[in-house]
């Protein structure tokens, strides 16, 4: 079974502090996702990954920046959090030979206070 | 970008209904996919399905490609298939997720 976790189920940050959101899969996908999900909004992407060390913009990337040094870690930074940036950000991941299915970790509640 | 529409946005039904949900999407896609989100906020992968038709127990959906619109099927519904149905639409990589349907299952 694919395995997509991610460091924290919740987490609490004060304006102005850096955020590290960590993500996680064990199943050797080249294909790694951040989204954000916010009632009445779905899943919006953030950033996306193809390859260890590439990165494309999503359709909100403003305000959040990303890294992936190693293949199956993906990380999502906020560079100085603010309080919009209060949300659910749920990480996927898949096969580039497999059509484009996605698989998703459990999620992380951040609250930015 | 492409646009995914959802309907209906709410459904609520008594457990052993069957019940169908639609996905539109304003463009072609390569990439169709339905998932369910569990109340703890899970999201799992229920259909890959750019075209055709495919079965998974009570679940079942089928893709119109030419008219841009997908089906999700549930039939006798159970309580543990209540949460969101998101549809996503797209490329290989990267998809557009609709709205989202939210159904709740009652005894």
């Known amino acids: 079974d694919v395995k997509v976790t991610q460091s924290s189920r919740y987490l609490v940050k004060r304006t102005g502090e850096k955020v590290f959101l960590e993500c996680v899969q064990d199943?050797?996908?080249?294909?790694m996702f951040w989204y954000r999900q916010d009632p009445g909004l779905g899943l919006r992407l953030i950033y996306f990954?193809?390859?260890?060390?590439?990165?494309e913009k999503g359709d909100i990337p403003e305000g959040y920046s990303v890294s992936r040094e190693k293949k199956e870690r993906f990380s999502l930074i906020l560079e100085s959090a603010s309080t919009n940036q209060t949300s659910m950000y749920l990480c996927?991941?898949?096969?580039?030979?497999?059509?484009?299915?996605?698989?998703f970790g459990p999620g992380t509640r951040l609250l930015v206070l | 970008g492409i646009q995914v529409e959802q309907s209906p946005p709410d459904l609520i039904l008594q457990e052993g209904a069957n019940s169908t949900l639609r996905c539109n999407f304003s463009?072609?896609?390569?990439?169709l996919q339905w998932f369910h989100q569990n109340p703890w906020g899970q999201l799992i992968n229920l259909f890959y399905?750019?075209?055709g038709t495919k079965q998974n127990g009570r679940l079942s959906a089928t893709t119109v490609a030419t008219e841009r619109y997908s089906l999700l099927y549930i039939s006798s519904s159970q309580t543990t298939d209540s949460g969101v149905y998101f549809c996503?639409?797209?490329?290989?990589?990267?998809?557009?997720f609709g709205t989202g349907t939210k159904l709740q299952v009652i005894p």
């Open positions: 199943m050797d996908h080249e294909n």
């Open positions: 399905i750019p075209s």
């Open positions: 996927a991941s898949s096969l580039a030979s497999d059509l484009g299915t996605q698989y």
């Open positions: 996503a639409g797209g490329g290989y990589q990267k998809v557009t």
């Open positions: 990954s193809y390859d260890v060390k590439m990165k």
């Open positions: 463009d072609s896609v390569n990439n």
